[in-house]
């Protein structure tokens, strides 16, 4: 197995008090609760924690996209990952943007010429993560979510052609024209950046992915674990649908994870940094979170089963560990419970988020050493 330390960067100093005057922490919170000065300190004690996880032994480090969110301090991830790639030069470890929001863009050459920049400068050690961008993102753009997989597919496309194509072509799509895409530079990778896909189990996304066309690794974030092994299935079912067997490469799983020597200690340190993020940041109205067209509706009714009382109701650290939304215990209660879900999916990238919610820096480094000391060695064979 793999293992990526993952990291949304959250202003974990909000007054949860003022902010649930309002419909959503995410849109609509005014950005006056922001301190700059508490930002910028917050913004080097994360990078901090990712390159100490880099150091740990961690395969890799990713980080994400969000926008006019304060669960996200992240609305230009290719900046955090070239501070990343500098403090990481050297090393071997990955550095994953999962994921970059592709619909929402209006240029995607911009983004192919800035992952081909990132792949150049970290010595060809950059995973590219495309994700359509959580419904929230298309109220901050006011991109229509009916386009979201057309433009999504469309960008994709331009991207990775441009990455592989040595003389410039024009393109004409139904949201994207242009007459000369010439990407300079080159990405160092042949014949580009891997490609990871995040999903939260949309049915579309899943086949997309899976097709042989490009087979790309399927990230199950922030779903429960019965979830995480019934869609690894219709991955690999898909895949059989197509003439070819997925192996557990193709396979991902990103939750919330916190270690402590014991189980007890483990569940009182995580417990209220861990409420917090389902409680408070998840605070996020159904028609900000599925505006109409964004999915189809077996994929929606699937996903608002999966997110039940998740932002609407008042969930304890036993009930999100019960669910399976989160893996909290000591060294060996989570190894196991990784091995248990690894047993039933082969799957073989496992994406920690070794910060959550509120939880401080000390705790956050103590858990992923942990971790990295004695998780990591009792399930690396898998």
Same mark, same amino acid.
């Given at each position: 197995?793999?293992?990526?330390?993952?990291?949304?960067?959250?202003?974990?100093?909000?007054?949860?008090?003022? =902010?649930?005057?309002?419909?959503?922490?995410?849109?609509?919170?005014?950005?006056?609760?922001?301190?700059?000065?508490?930002?910028?300190?917050?913004?080097?004690?994360?990078?901090?924690?990712?390159?100490?996880?880099?150091?740990?032994?961690?395969?890799?480090?990713? $980080?994400?996209?969000?926008?006019?969110?304060?669960?996200?301090?992240?609305?230009?991830?290719?900046?955090? =990952?070239?501070?990343?790639?500098?403090?990481?030069?050297?090393?071997?470890?990955?550095?994953?943007?999962?994921?970059?929001?592709?619909?929402?863009?209006?240029?995607?050459?911009?983004?192919?010429?800035?992952?081909?920049?990132?792949?150049?400068?970290?010595?060809?050690?950059?995973?590219?993560?495309?994700?359509?961008?959580?419904?929230?993102?298309?109220?901050?753009?006011?991109?229509?979510?009916?386009?979201?997989?057309?433009?999504?597919?469309?960008?994709?496309?331009?991207?990775?052609?441009?990455?592989?194509?040595?003389?410039?072509?024009?393109?004409?799509?139904?949201?994207?024209?242009?007459?000369?895409?010439?990407?300079?530079?080159?990405?160092?990778?042949?014949?580009?950046?891997?490609?990871?896909?995040?999903?939260?189990?949309?049915?579309?996304?899943?086949?997309?992915?899976?097709?042989?066309?490009?087979?790309?690794?399927?990230?199950?974030?922030?779903?429960? =674990?019965?979830? $995480?092994?019934?869609?690894?299935? $219709?991955?690999?079912?898909?895949?059989?649908?197509?003439?070819?067997?997925?192996?557990?490469?193709?396979?991902?799983?990103?939750?919330?994870?916190?270690?402590?020597?014991?189980?007890?200690?483990?569940?009182?340190?995580?417990?209220?940094?861990?409420?917090?993020?389902?409680?408070?940041?998840?605070?996020?109205?159904?028609?900000?979170?599925?505006?109409?067209?964004?999915?189809?509706?077996?994929?929606?009714?699937?996903?608002?089963?999966?997110?039940?009382?998740?932002?609407?109701?008042?969930?304890?650290?036993?009930?999100?560990?019960?669910?399976?939304?989160?893996? $909290?215990?000591?060294?060996?209660?989570?190894?196991?419970?990784?091995?248990?879900?690894?047993?039933?999916?082969?799957?073989?990238?496992?994406?920690?988020?070794?910060?959550?919610?509120?939880?401080?820096?000390?705790?956050?480094?103590?858990?992923?050493?942990?971790?990295?000391?004695?998780?990591?060695?009792?399930?690396?064979?898998?």
């Amino acid at each position: 197995m793999n293992f990526h330390a993952f990291h949304l960067m959250p202003y974990r100093h909000l007054d949860f008090d003022e =902010a649930n005057k309002y419909p959503s922490y995410w849109v609509v919170l005014p950005n006056k609760f922001y301190d700059p000065k508490k930002g910028s300190k917050l913004y080097q004690e994360y990078i901090d924690q990712l390159v100490f996880a880099a150091k740990c032994g961690f395969d890799g480090i990713c $980080v994400n996209e969000h926008h006019q969110a304060a669960y996200s301090m992240m609305p230009a991830p290719n900046l955090i =990952a070239m501070s990343l790639i500098e403090r990481t030069r050297g090393m071997k470890n990955t550095i994953a943007v999962l994921g970059r929001a592709l619909p929402i863009v209006n240029n995607p050459v911009t983004i192919a010429e800035e992952f081909a920049m990132l792949d150049n400068l970290s010595d060809g050690r950059l995973i590219a993560g495309f994700v359509r961008g959580i419904g929230c993102e298309y109220h901050s753009s006011t991109i229509n979510p009916i386009y979201s997989h057309d433009r999504f597919h469309e960008a994709h496309d331009i991207i990775t052609r441009a990455w592989t194509s040595t003389e410039p072509f024009n393109y004409e799509g139904e949201h994207y024209n242009f007459n000369y895409v010439n990407c300079w530079p080159r990405p160092m990778q042949e014949p580009h950046p891997r490609i990871w896909i995040p999903t939260q189990g949309s049915t579309e996304t899943v086949d997309w992915a899976a097709d042989p066309k490009r087979k790309y690794p399927m990230i199950m974030a922030f779903s429960p =674990a019965d979830a $995480v092994v019934r869609f690894h299935e $219709v991955y690999k079912q898909r895949a059989r649908d197509f003439g070819y067997e997925a192996t557990g490469d193709q396979l991902g799983w990103s939750t919330p994870l916190y270690v402590g020597e014991t189980d007890e200690i483990a569940r009182r340190e995580a417990a209220p940094h861990i409420e917090s993020l389902f409680n408070n940041f998840f605070h996020i109205p159904f028609e900000f979170l599925f505006p109409p067209g964004y999915t189809g509706i077996e994929s929606l009714q699937r996903m608002m089963s999966f997110r039940k009382g998740i932002g609407t109701s008042k969930l304890l650290l036993e009930d999100l560990f019960n669910r399976g939304n989160c893996i $909290v215990g000591s060294p060996e209660t989570v190894a196991n419970k990784i091995a248990e879900v690894q047993s039933k999916t082969g799957f073989k990238i496992m994406i920690p988020m070794i910060q959550f919610g509120t939880l401080p820096d000390e705790l956050v480094k103590k858990s992923t050493q942990l971790f990295a000391e004695e998780v990591i060695p009792k399930i690396r064979h898998l």
